[in-house]
């Protein structure tokens, strides 16, 4: 079993800021998903990642494996980013879910 | 683009009763998974199925939780005997390949009364 934490667990920030999320998991992962979950319930996935750092729009995310931590930044943050964001490590064929971060971003 | 699909959206049943819940994967994927997450929790893993059978499932999906793909499309989720503490948003994924990125259908809200 993979124990999933995410720091912190609420972030309020103003539009515009750089913001960032922290996962850390305590057994060896062979990938990492970053998920966004909406107010509604929906989920979409981001980011998966195993090594180093990928980038999308404004959103990047990084991995460091022997470290075993990852953190989803979110440069130029705007209202619409407000969601709750999951990181999911990949142990075996099996993914283990953080609690999530919830971002609120006030215009 | 391609998505996933799930139906019902929201499901109530009474306590006992047999639940299935439907999703149509996207059609060039070969894994599939099913996901519930309690009001107010994270997310959890409940089963994942590649070929026809199961890959990995976690200790929640015990002997009243069973999976299908009947057709060549519909993956399934049936709960033979539903409880009060099965109420949950129940999601649906699918990748190309394990490891991979899995897309998410909407999820079904399964309300046991």
């Known amino acids: 079993k993979n124990e999933v934490e995410q720091s912190p667990q609420n972030l309020t920030a103003q539009e515009g800021e750089f913001i960032t999320i922290n996962c850390s998991y305590s057994v060896g992962i062979s990938a990492l998903h970053w998920l966004q979950q909406h107010p509604g319930g929906g989920i979409v996935s981001l980011f998966m990642l195993s090594s180093g750092k990928k980038k999308h729009g404004r959103l990047i995310a990084t991995i460091n494996i022997q470290e075993k931590h990852s953190s989803l930044h979110i440069t130029a943050s705007h209202p619409r980013d407000s969601a709750v964001y999951i990181c999911a490590p990949l142990t075996g064929n099996q993914f283990y879910f953080g609690t999530g971060t919830s971002l609120t971003v006030i215009p | 683009e391609p998505e996933v699909t799930q139906t019902p959206s929201h499901q109530v049943t009474q306590m006992g009763q047999e639940v299935i819940l439907r999703c149509v994967p996207i059609s060039n994927h070969l894994y599939f998974y099913w996901y519930r997450q309690i009001l ?21 999906f015990d002997d009243q939780f069973s999976v299908e793909r009947p057709d060549g499309s519909n993956f399934t989720l049936k709960i033979r005997s539903t409880k009060l503490e099965d109420s949950a ?22 309300t046991v009364l």
């Open chain 2, 89 to 110: 948003m129940y999601f649906c994924a699918s990748s190309v390949e394990t490891g991979n990125t899995q897309y998410f259908g909407p999820g079904t809200r399964l």
């Open chain 2, 40 to 60: 107010g929790q994270k997310v959890e893993f409940l089963v994942s199925f590649y070929n026809n059978e199961i890959s990995e499932k976690s200790e929640i």
